[in-house]
């Protein structure tokens, strides 16, 4: 089958070897009501108030909404303001952890029987799309209709990424079992799991742990990036083409990222909301990286200081990682519910700047959409609309492959960004 175009990423550390640890409580944690895309949450504690694990503390009282909730027990201290990486200013409440973790006792397995139950517990439980996203999972649920074919997401193809590698490793079962379950669920007969074919311990892992298993299937993927995009990794698992102006869902696919997977079996069993999150914490200024299990809205300076991270070297800090993480502010950054890693890249002493566009291709030869980015960024500055949906615009992915490979060093990506807000709505 033909490969989709793609860049190869540099091997950096071997942070996929460090296991999975829990990260020690912090003094307070600061949990936003957004963390999700859509509305925020409507606080429904205030400062006095005692809290336990996974007590709902954001009500979701608009539809594009789910619920946040404590990820420690302990005293509310203040409902104070908290400004998102899309500069949104959201209330965010403040607590100092009691030590006991205490589980709330509204925590209990939920009953899930149909389709219809399953899309109730994504939504009770806050879950989100894990994979840096943060799309909601019950819409995605409720959008897929009735699919054909389960893809499970376990590319994680950017560098400095690995908690959803330690995942597969160390817990493979619970992502088996949460297939399982979508696909009696849903009534779906095949599920596809697409791991990077250089993650070998992981494939042996989730091989051995859906041996004897009928219709789930692994498979690898090539050790490029960006194998985790939505497009290219269906077309890499199933051959399958996602139109423009479509969604896996629209040719009988629905698409989840296998921590989201997880989580979903995980809180069918337990009835433990999403209070918790995986990430990586590594970086050229991170001296000790490492796969940790965090409360949502632990301060980020925590854990820069666990990892030996010197702030004053830092240049950008992500929220993700390098291709297409978003850059966040130290002062008032924490973990919240999608967030698969945190980067810290050291300032760079000499910065290239941008020379004009030489013309030689490299990043139409690197585009996994066979776009022209090029010309599009030249279209964009006539303010050509014809051109750019002539162009495809629509069919970019934002991975940032262009930017990448670009010798003169151009925000191709960025740029092309800036033309779809001026393409007229569908």
Do not use: W
């Amino acid at each position: 089958m033909k490969r989709l175009n793609g860049v190869r990423l540099p091997h950096t550390k071997r942070i996929e070897e460090k296991p999975l640890t829990p990260f020690p409580l912090p003094a307070l944690v600061r949990i936003p009501m957004l963390m999700h895309t859509g509305s925020p949450c409507k606080p429904t504690v205030s400062a006095g108030d005692s809290v336990a694990v996974g007590q709902c503390i954001g009500a979701a009282e608009k539809p594009d909404s789910v619920p946040v909730h404590a990820s420690v027990s302990g005293t509310v201290t203040a409902i104070s303001e908290y400004r998102t990486v899309s500069e949104e200013n959201v209330p965010c409440i403040e607590i100092r952890p009691d030590g006991k973790q205490t589980v709330s006792g509204d925590c209990v397995p939920p009953e899930i029987n149909t389709k219809e139950d399953l899309i109730r517990a994504a939504k009770e439980s806050g879950c989100v799309g894990l994979s840096g996203a943060g799309d909601l999972t019950f819409r995605k649920l409720e959008d897929a209709g009735k699919p054909d074919l389960l893809i499970l997401n376990g590319a994680e193809c950017e560098h400095y990424l690995a908690v959803d590698g330690r995942l597969m490793t160390e817990s493979p079962s619970d992502i088996i079992n949460g297939a399982l379950m979508l696909m009696k669920l849903l009534k779906i007969k095949e599920t596809r799991i697409g791991i990077r074919s250089d993650r070998p311990v992981a494939v042996k892992r989730m091989a051995e742990a859906c041996e004897g298993q009928k219709g789930i299937r692994i498979i690898p993927l090539p050790a490029v990036y960006p194998q985790g995009a939505e497009k290219v990794l269906v077309f890499h698992t199933c051959g399958r083409v996602i139109p423009e102006k479509q969604t896996a869902a629209d040719i009988g696919v629905l698409v989840l990222n296998v921590a989201t997977c997880a989580f979903l079996y995980r809180y069918s069993q337990t009835g433990i909301p999403l209070v918790e999150r995986a990430v990586t914490v590594a970086g050229t200024a991170v001296r000790k990286p490492c796969n940790l299990l965090v409360p949502v809205g632990t301060p980020v300076r925590d854990l820069l200081e666990y990892t030996a991270c010197d702030e004053d070297i830092i240049g950008d800090l992500l929220c993700g990682s390098t291709m297409m993480g978003e850059k966040i502010k130290l002062e008032d950054a924490v973990i919240i519910r999608q967030q698969n890693g945190l980067t810290a890249m050291r300032r760079r002493k000499l910065v290239q700047r941008a020379s004009d566009c030489i013309r030689c291709g490299s990043c139409m030869r690197a585009c996994p959409m066979n776009l022209m980015p090029m010309e599009l960024n030249r279209a964009f500055y006539r303010q050509d609309i014809r051109a750019l949906q002539t162009g495809k615009l629509r069919l970019c992915m934002n991975c940032g492959c262009c930017s990448y490979v670009c010798p003169a060093k151009r925000p191709v990506a960025d740029i092309n960004q800036q033309a779809k807000k001026i393409l007229p709505a569908d």
